[in-house]
């Protein structure tokens, strides 16, 4: 449903409230300004990359109350209230997550633009699902765009991250 029919002007200035990161941000917004604007502009969290800025790429993704969503397409009103997950919340304390890391030490990423979009999808794919198959780690990231690789890194960095949390039973 549009803004005008719910008899709001684009023109309106909102308060928005939510936690970031763990963290209670809030700031007034136009009812245009999208959360990834917010997030960019107003929070100063520039880790939520802008590509198509249609929802098509991924490079946008954030976690809203625990789920996927594409920033570039969520209105910062919608998101009153909610907990925000970015790409710099996954770090703790300086230090790169174990995805993060594995990632890293697979080389999973060539430029890093789509990284964000990547991580934080895969995040939200192992808090519902910690021992995902490779099909199922490669059908949640379906939806990301990456121009520099083919995948396979990615996918290598991803499962190497499963696997290091779920070790397995050698003896």
């Known amino acids: 449903m549009s803004l005008s029919?719910?008899?709001?002007?684009?023109?309106?200035i909102f308060q928005v409230e939510l936690t970031v990161n763990g963290e209670r941000r809030?700031?007034?917004v136009e009812a245009r300004k999208t959360l990834a604007d917010f997030l960019r502009e107003d929070l100063a969290?520039?880790?939520?990359?802008?590509?198509?800025?249609?929802?098509?790429?991924?490079?946008?993704?954030?976690?809203?109350?625990?789920?996927?969503?594409?920033?570039?397409?969520m209105l910062a009103v919608q998101a009153r209230g909610s907990?925000?997950?970015t790409i710099e919340g996954l770090a703790q304390k300086g230090e790169l997550s174990s995805l993060q890391q594995s990632m890293?030490?697979?080389?999973?990423?060539?430029?890093?633009?789509?990284?964000?979009?990547?991580l934080m999808q895969i995040t939200a794919l192992l808090e519902q699902?910690?021992?995902?198959?490779?099909?199922?780690v490669r059908e949640a990231l379906s939806g990301n765009i990456c121009r520099c690789t083919g995948?396979?890194?990615?996918?290598?960095?991803?499962m190497a991250a499963i696997a290091s949390s779920n070790p397995k039973d050698v003896s």
């Open 129 to 136: 699902s910690p021992n995902p198959t490779e099909g199922e």
């Open 83 to 85: 907990a925000v997950l």
């Open 26 to 28: 809030e700031g007034a």
């Open 104 to 118: 890293w030490d697979n080389h999973s990423f060539q430029c890093g633009f789509c990284t964000p979009g990547f």
């Open 5 to 12: 029919a719910k008899g709001l002007s684009t023109d309106e």
């Open 45 to 73: 969290l520039t880790g939520t990359h802008l590509g198509c800025e249609h929802g098509v790429c991924g490079a946008c993704t954030v976690l809203v109350d625990g789920e996927p969503a594409r920033s570039c397409l």
């Open 151 to 158: 995948y396979q890194s990615i996918v290598k960095g991803v």
